[in-house]
């Protein structure tokens, strides 16, 4: 309580005078406060009616006795005054006196953001930059500063540590006290076990503990020391040869220790400002305290926003000034990161594909940063050996984003690429191809020079691509043999003559029903009707001629405005399902024939499912009124997506999205517009038709419209080739079956379209992932809910009924080469309905417990064994990575301080000098805007600190206990023996008769005596 403690006082009083007088409760006439007077008045009033009876009796008895009558009368008169005396209840009244003086608090924000960030930028490894609290020391012990020294000068100063609470353990500097090195502070910010763990202990003793083996020398106490330490045995950490003060003091200190470790270890897991202060404002509030300094960073990842105003409104309630030291530099944060690396998960060898790389630029807004991809090839490790190739481009970080944001792509081109990293190509007019196998990119950005980052460079985790030539898997299903189906069959055959695909046809003719139709395919894979079924698993005993009218055996379904009214139901629905859950493709080439019946469909009707999945809503073309079909050709308004160039028809031409077409239509390199309207929307070559459309989707990509022209004259454009991607798999319509003129003109660029458009379409189908897949976060904190989703389907494709199969999962530790080092599992999965309908979702969870998955660079797989597919499993991986909120942000938070900061106008009255208020105040001339909240290069602000502290000291006398004097037996020192008088022991009890009682009945008996003499009694 910093309370000095004074001699206990003793004083005479009257103990009745304190008592109310009786006729206070009912006679207004008297107050209160006039009870002393009253009682005193009462008694004087009664002893003076005792002395006038007395000498009225002792007047006319002086007739007899003479003189005498006047010893007699004074003894009579001292027995009244005796009584009156008692009446009032005499006693010695015992006060103690304490004195209680002010203090100042320090609190110094210990959390990690302080005590382990630097804001130094050093490239040299040797330097080791200063972190934020050896700069903060650096001003507490700097003598020309003297915060602490003057700050002794007028009050003790208690100092707090806090972090994601206050520590509530506090170091006391009386002030007498001896200012501490910086090594002290250093030791006891940092929590370093040993001074505490000596603390009682005498210089000798401590001396001999530092000694023993156990103590480690001079290395720090950390708290893996303190627990160590504390559980080793008294015969290690206890000498023999200290005194029993000096093993009571280490017995109890080390009783105590396992709990301060764990206060410590808990105040540095986070940062909490407004609550901390709040709490030693609340602690502290009855001990006068004149101030509190506080050095912190500011930066809270604990609490709220609204704490800050309990903070205020309990300084300001209290009177208690707040001084606000932030810690930190506030320069620009500058960092980088590379945020995604975006490449498609299987690419051909003989085709180029795009890396997108990603990055965010925090305090570089329109800088440009070179960007490296290193290229690893099949069976390299990205985090041992060197790059096999290293592409570089320049990357623009975009200032109208937050933060700035920048993408660069890089082109893999297998001509492009050192011959080491391909290998020729048995495709007809291809030189050169990747080697096939799992491929590895890895991007990589130079560290900034001012950012604050370790590592030379910033690198993304490697992205891996499996270049595969598989073939491609195609149904061409047809009414009629178009002249568009007969071009695209020759070029499949071509492709299926060099295994790059296979090819199953379904003609909706007589020559298809019946298998007469020569289509350059073996009889099995000419069907007689649309797939019928849709099984993933697949049946041992399939007949070759049934296993096609499995649609699980295809990639890519192109329709040739296809007689929809021949599907079943099922067949529509199992479209669906292949599209939507397994990832495969449908190019729908419209035409006049059948693709009505689309627009005529209702929206509960057998045809829903297949409007669900293409990304337009066809119109009526029959009850339309259309004018006939051009006789002059029509240009293409060709819109390319960033996202896949099936628009590039002339691969010599890189920059150019769109290369090719305008050779198609005017055999110019690139559209030049033409003074003559007429001329830009009628080329030498081009489409005739479309067919029409109500709308096109919401989230489909218009890649392509014709410019059909109004009878006004205008360009009237309509869409002509659209993609979407409705679930998983991709749907492609076309306008017009009329890409055959392209390939009059050019061979290669028909190839070319129809090769991209094929793989775009069909890019979503992994026959491996058809039963399922696991939809898993890339990365958990630790200590956090590993969340594991999956969809599992049936041999059918469709959803299994809600609690028809109870899968588990299973995780597994991987080692750095992928070898499985642990197995914990199996956890349950329970079904997951999010809407009317079962869609096939399962979801689980486990603990990401630091002791099971330890984080670090281990992998950890996901596996789920497929229902009803023995050996069958569905995978995803993740990592565990450290939670460390306190780190995330280490950017000073000066705001926050000036909020927890008080007015110049609450210390203004303290202030003696005018030199101070002066440099405190600056500029402004109202003392109440200005905040009492500085940087810590601010040293002369800082150093004003102690002249706005004032020095307070307050006496209080607390009343004791109360002995009575008029009851007390009598005692005497004779010859040094304490002698009691009428105090004794009768029948085994306690006999005390008092020493007022004594004397009035000695004085009275002495007065009777005096009359018998005189024979009056």
């Given at each position: 309580?910093?309370?000095?403690g004074?001699?206990v006082?003793?004083?005479?009083?009257?103990?009745?005078?304190?008592?109310?007088?009786?006729?206070?409760?009912?006679?207004?006439?008297?107050?209160?406060?006039?009870s002393?007077?009253?009682?005193?008045?009462?008694?004087?009033?009664?002893?003076?009616?005792?002395?006038?009876?007395?000498?009225?009796?002792?007047?006319?008895?002086?007739?007899?006795?003479?003189?005498?009558?006047?010893?007699?009368?004074?003894?009579?008169?001292?027995?009244?005054?005796?009584?009156?005396?008692a009446?009032?209840?005499?006693?010695?009244q015992?006060?103690?006196t304490?004195e209680?003086?002010?203090?100042v608090?320090?609190?110094?924000?210990?959390?990690?953001?302080?005590?382990?960030?630097?804001?130094?930028?050093?490239?040299?490894?040797?330097?080791?930059?200063?972190?934020?609290m050896?700069?903060?020391?650096?001003?507490?012990?700097?003598?020309q500063?003297?915060?602490?020294?003057k700050?002794?000068?007028?009050?003790?100063?208690?100092?707090?540590?806090?972090?994601?609470?206050?520590?509530?353990?506090?170091?006391?500097?009386e002030?007498?006290?001896?200012?501490?090195?910086k090594a002290?502070?250093d030791?006891?910010?940092?929590?370093?076990?040993?001074?505490?763990?000596?603390?009682?202990?005498?210089?000798?003793?401590?001396?001999?503990?530092?000694?023993?083996?156990?103590?480690?020398?001079?290395?720090?106490?950390?708290?893996?020391?303190?627990?160590?330490?504390?559980?080793l045995t008294?015969?290690?950490?206890?000498p023999a040869?200290?005194?029993?003060?000096?093993?009571?003091?280490?017995?109890?200190?080390?009783?105590?220790?396992?709990?301060?470790?764990?206060?410590?270890?808990?105040?540095?897991?986070?940062?909490?400002?407004?609550?901390?202060?709040?709490?030693?404002?609340?602690?502290?509030?009855a001990?006068?305290?004149?101030?509190?300094?506080?050095?912190?960073?500011?930066r809270?990842?604990?609490?709220?926003?609204?704490?800050?105003?309990?903070?205020?409104?309990?300084a300001t309630?209290?009177?208690?000034?707040?001084?606000?030291?932030?810690?930190?530099e506030a320069?620009?944060?500058?960092?980088?990161?590379?945020?995604?690396?975006?490449a498609?998960?299987?690419?051909p060898?003989?085709?180029q594909?795009?890396?997108?790389?990603?990055?965010?630029?925090?305090?570089?807004?329109?800088?440009?940063?070179?960007?490296?991809?290193?290229?690893?090839?099949?069976?390299?490790?990205?985090?041992?050996?060197?790059?096999?190739?290293?592409?570089?481009?320049?990357?623009?970080?975009?200032?109208?984003?937050?933060?700035?944001?920048?993408?660069?792509?890089?082109?893999?081109d297998?001509?492009?690429?050192?011959?080491?990293?391909?290998?020729p190509?048995?495709?007809i007019?291809?030189?050169?191809?990747?080697?096939?196998?799992?491929?590895?990119?890895?991007?990589?950005?130079?560290?900034?020079?001012r950012?604050?980052?370790p590592?030379?460079?910033?690198?993304?985790?490697?992205?891996?691509?499996?270049?595969?030539?598989?073939?491609?898997?195609?149904?061409?299903?047809?009414?009629?043999?178009t002249?568009?189906?007969?071009?695209?069959?020759?070029?499949?055959?071509?492709?299926?003559?060099q295994?790059?695909?296979e090819?199953?046809?379904?003609?909706?003719?007589?020559?298809?029903?019946?298998?007469?139709?020569?289509?350059?395919?073996?009889p099995?894979?000419?069907?007689?009707?649309?797939?019928?079924?849709?099984?993933?698993?697949g049946?041992?005993?399939?007949?070759?001629?049934?296993?096609?009218?499995?649609?699980?055996e295809?990639?890519?379904?192109i329709?040739?405005?296809?007689?929809?009214?021949?599907?079943?139901?099922?067949?529509v629905k199992?479209?669906?399902?292949?599209?939507?859950?397994?990832?495969?493709?449908?190019?729908?080439?419209?035409?006049?024939?059948n693709?009505?019946?689309?627009?005529?469909?209702?929206?509960?009707?057998?045809?829903?499912?297949?409007?669900?999945?293409?990304?337009?809503?066809?119109?009526?073309?029959?009850?339309l009124?259309?004018?006939?079909?051009?006789?002059?050709?029509?240009?293409?308004?060709l819109?390319?997506?960033p996202?896949?160039?099936?628009?590039?028809?002339?691969?010599?031409?890189?920059?150019d999205?769109?290369?090719?077409?305008?050779?198609?239509?005017?055999?110019?390199?690139?559209?030049?517009?033409?003074?003559?309207q007429?001329k830009?929307?009628?080329?030498?070559?081009?489409?005739?038709?479309?067919?029409?459309?109500?709308?096109?989707?919401?989230?489909?990509?218009?890649?392509?419209e014709?410019?059909?022209?109004?009878?006004?004259?205008?360009?009237?454009?309509?869409?002509?080739?659209?993609?979407?991607?409705?679930?998983?798999?991709?749907?492609?319509?076309?306008?017009?079956g009329?890409?055959?003129?392209?390939?009059?003109?050019?061979l290669?660029?028909?190839?070319?379209?129809?090769?991209?458009?094929?793989?775009?379409?069909?890019?979503?189908?992994?026959v491996?992932?058809?039963r399922?897949?696991?939809?898993i976060?890339?990365?958990?904190?630790?200590?956090?809910?590993?969340?594991?989703?999956?969809?599992?389907?049936?041999?059918?494709?469709?959803?299994?009924?809600?609690?028809?199969?109870?899968?588990k999962?299973?995780?597994?530790?991987?080692?750095?080469?992928?070898?499985e080092?642990?197995?914990?599992?199996?956890?349950?999965?329970?079904?997951?309905?999010?809407?009317?309908?079962?869609?096939?979702?399962?979801?689980?969870?486990?603990?990401?417990?630091?002791?099971?998955?330890?984080?670090?660079?281990?992998?950890?797989?996901?596996?789920?064994?497929?229902?009803?597919s023995?050996?069958?499993?569905?995978?995803?991986?993740?990592?565990?990575?450290?939670?460390?909120?306190?780190?995330?942000?280490?950017?000073?938070?000066?705001?926050?301080l000036e909020l927890?900061?008080?007015?110049?106008?609450?210390?203004?009255?303290?202030?003696?000098?005018?030199?101070?208020?002066d440099?405190?105040?600056?500029?402004?001339?109202?003392?109440?805007?200005?905040k009492?909240?500085?940087?810590?290069a601010?040293?002369?602000?800082?150093?004003?600190?102690?002249?706005?502290?004032d020095?307070?000291?307050?006496?209080?006398?607390y009343?004791?206990?109360?002995?009575d004097?008029?009851?007390k037996?009598?005692?005497?020192?004779?010859?040094?023996?304490?002698?009691?008088?009428?105090?004794?022991?009768?029948?085994?009890?306690?006999?005390?008769?008092?020493?007022?009682?004594?004397?009035?009945?000695?004085?009275l008996?002495l007065?009777?005596l005096?009359?018998?003499?005189?024979?009056?009694?």
């Open positions: 309580m910093n309370e000095t004074q001699p006082e003793t004083e005479f009083v009257l103990r009745r005078l304190a008592d109310p007088y009786p006729l206070v409760d009912w006679v207004p006439l008297f107050p209160a406060e006039y002393p007077a009253l009682w005193i008045g009462t008694t004087a009033l009664a002893v003076l009616a005792g002395v006038v009876v007395t000498v009225f009796l002792y007047l006319r008895d002086a007739r007899r006795i003479g003189l005498w009558a006047i010893p007699l009368t004074l003894l009579r008169v001292t027995v009244f005054a005796l009584l009156g005396f009446f009032l209840l005499p006693a010695f015992k006060w103690e304490t209680k003086r002010s203090r608090l320090v609190i110094l924000d210990v959390s990690p953001s302080m005590t382990q960030t630097s804001d130094e930028v050093s490239s040299v490894p040797s330097i080791k930059p200063k972190t934020r050896q700069k903060l020391l650096d001003v507490l012990t700097d003598n500063v003297g915060l602490v020294k700050l002794l000068e007028k009050n003790p100063v208690y100092v707090y540590r806090f972090g994601s609470r206050l520590d509530d353990e506090t170091q006391t500097f002030r007498d006290a001896a200012e501490w090195s002290e502070w030791s006891w910010v940092n929590y370093d076990f040993k001074p505490w763990a000596l603390r009682g202990v005498s210089p000798a003793g401590q001396d001999a503990v530092k000694k023993t083996a156990a103590w480690k020398g001079d290395a720090p106490g950390t708290p893996d020391w303190a627990v160590t330490w504390g559980k008294e015969g290690e950490t206890i040869d200290l005194s029993e003060d000096d093993k009571t003091a280490l017995r109890d200190n080390r009783a105590k220790l396992d709990k301060r470790v764990d206060v410590a270890r808990s105040i540095v897991l986070g940062t909490n400002v407004p609550d901390s202060l709040t709490s030693a404002v609340n602690r502290e509030a001990n006068m305290v004149q101030g509190i300094v506080v050095f912190s960073d500011g809270s990842n604990l609490g709220t926003d609204a704490a800050y105003r309990t903070l205020r409104e309990r309630q209290t009177k208690i000034p707040v001084f606000t030291v932030a810690v930190g320069r620009e944060n500058v960092s980088i990161g590379i945020t995604d690396v975006q498609p998960d299987r690419a060898p003989d085709e594909f795009k890396v997108v790389v990603e990055a965010d630029g925090n305090g570089l807004a329109d800088a440009e940063v070179d960007v490296r991809l290193n290229l690893f090839l099949p069976g390299r490790d990205p985090k041992k050996d060197q790059s096999d190739h290293e592409l570089t481009a320049k990357l623009k970080f975009q200032g109208d984003t937050s933060p700035p944001h920048g993408t660069v792509d890089f082109v893999i297998p001509d492009k690429l050192p011959d080491e990293l391909t290998e190509s048995k495709k007019g291809k030189k050169r191809q990747l080697k096939q196998g799992a491929w590895s990119a890895v991007a990589k950005i130079t560290r900034d020079k950012e604050v980052f590592d030379p460079d910033h690198a993304s985790p490697p992205r891996v691509i499996q270049v595969i030539d598989k073939p491609l898997r195609v149904l061409l299903f047809a009414s009629a043999a002249r568009e189906y007969q071009t695209i069959r020759t070029l499949l055959i071509r492709e299926v003559q295994n790059r695909a090819l199953s046809i379904c003609l909706q003719n007589e020559g298809g029903r019946d298998g007469s139709a020569v289509q350059d395919v073996p099995e894979r000419l069907l007689s009707r649309f797939p019928t079924r849709l099984d993933t698993v049946k041992p005993g399939d007949k070759p001629e049934e296993k096609y009218y499995n649609l699980n295809y990639d890519l379904v329709g040739f405005d296809p007689d929809w009214s021949e599907l079943s139901a099922d067949q199992n479209l669906q399902t292949w599209v939507d859950n397994l990832g495969g493709g449908l190019i729908y080439v419209a035409g006049p024939l693709t009505y019946q689309l627009a005529r469909a209702d929206e509960s009707g057998r045809l829903k499912p297949l409007l669900d999945i293409i990304p337009v809503l066809p119109d009526d073309i029959i009850l009124k259309t004018r006939p079909i051009p006789r002059t050709p029509r240009r293409l308004t819109k390319p997506n996202e896949y160039d099936v628009l590039k028809l002339d691969d010599d031409k890189p920059d999205p769109v290369a090719g077409w305008e050779s198609f239509f005017t055999g110019h390199d690139k559209y030049t517009p033409d003074p003559d007429k830009n929307v009628t080329p030498t070559r081009g489409i005739y038709s479309y067919y029409p459309v109500k709308q096109t989707k919401p989230g489909s990509s218009t890649l392509a014709l410019v059909d022209v109004k009878d006004t004259g205008e360009p009237d454009p309509k869409p002509w080739l659209v993609t979407a991607q409705p679930a998983r798999g991709r749907t492609v319509f076309l306008g017009s009329e890409i055959w003129r392209l390939r009059a003109f050019n290669d660029f028909y190839d070319r379209f129809w090769v991209k458009l094929s793989r775009y379409a069909a890019a979503n189908r992994d491996k992932a058809s399922g897949r696991v939809l976060n890339k990365e958990f904190l630790s200590g956090a809910q590993v969340r594991v989703q999956a969809r599992l389907l049936a041999p059918n494709g469709a959803p299994y009924e809600t609690n028809a199969v109870s899968p999962f299973v995780v597994s530790q991987l080692s750095a080469d992928g070898t080092v642990k197995k914990f599992g199996p956890f349950e999965m329970k079904a997951r309905k999010s809407g009317i309908e079962f869609d096939g979702y399962y979801g689980g969870q486990v603990t990401a417990d630091p002791t099971r998955f330890p984080p670090g660079d281990s992998k950890y797989r996901v596996t789920i064994d497929v229902p009803d023995p050996g069958d499993t569905i995978t995803g991986e993740f990592s565990v990575k450290k939670s460390d909120p306190e780190l995330d942000n280490t950017r000073p938070d000066f705001a926050a927890a900061a008080g007015t110049l106008e609450e210390v203004r009255g303290r202030i003696k000098d005018p030199a101070v208020y440099r405190l105040k600056g500029t402004e001339h109202d003392p109440a805007k200005v009492l909240a500085y940087r810590l601010e040293t002369e602000k800082i150093a004003a600190i102690p002249a706005c502290i020095n307070f000291s307050q006496t209080e006398r009343r004791g206990a109360t002995d004097i008029w009851d037996p009598a005692r005497l020192q004779l010859f040094g023996t304490d002698v009691k008088l009428l105090e004794f022991s009768a029948f085994g009890k306690d006999v005390k008769v008092g020493w007022m009682l004594l004397l009035a009945a000695a004085v008996s007065e009777w005096g009359r018998k003499l005189l024979r009056l009694a």
